[in-house]
């Protein structure tokens, strides 16, 4: 939570000098390709009305927040996790049109972003193997396989899911990549 809060934040701050100044190169221009100049110029960096990095400061502040208070020992009700399986379900859905958006639609990577991409999907796996192992209750046989495999493999899982994205980026900007070396 701690990591997509900092990146959220210098993403807004970003966000807020280019507001001002039109003429600012951002930080994480880095080359044609990595340029978050690109992507907050865009609507998709305001999906919503609103510039994308306050959700995410709002979004990993309260992660952060249930974080600390989970490492201290705090113990949340069933309705919570619910709760929070719903945000981090719409975070991580909201990241893959992002990512699909800056593959396909944009062309550009934004480094921070990336970084808010990285931390995105962790968190929405391991609330979701979290509440799998802790809620599964009287469900049938073959879901509880299903949900003993997800949370026995959520290492190996969540690797390869991380590695589909990496092979998205490197495929879509292969030329670029190449043209590198």
């Known amino acids: 939570g701690l990591i997509g809060l900092a990146a959220a934040i210098v ?64 113990g949340f009700r069933r309705w919570f996790w619910v709760g929070a399986q719903v945000g981090v379900t ?33 968190i929405f796996w391991y609330t979701t193997v979290y509440n799998l192992q802790h809620f599964q209750g009287s469900t049938p046989r073959w879901a509880r396989q299903s949900i003993e495999i997800a949370t026995g493999y959520h290492g190996v899982l969540l690797t390869a899911w991380v590695l589909l994205v990496i092979t998205l980026i490197a495929a879509r900007f292969w030329d670029y990549w190449i043209s590198l070396m």
């Open 90 to 122: 719409f975070a991580v859905v909201f990241v893959h049109w992002l990512i699909y958006q800056s593959l396909y639609v944009i062309g550009a990577l934004c480094p921070y972003c990336m970084v808010v991409w990285a931390v995105t999907i962790p």
């Open 11 to 74: 993403l807004l701050v970003e966000k807020l000098e280019l507001l001002v100044n039109p003429d600012y190169i951002p930080t994480c221009d880095v080359s044609p390709i990595l340029s978050c100049g690109s992507v907050m110029t865009t609507p998709q960096a305001e999906a919503f009305g609103i510039p994308n990095p306050i959700i995410g400061i709002a979004g990993f502040a309260a992660v952060a927040v249930v974080g600390g208070a989970v490492l201290a020992g705090s």
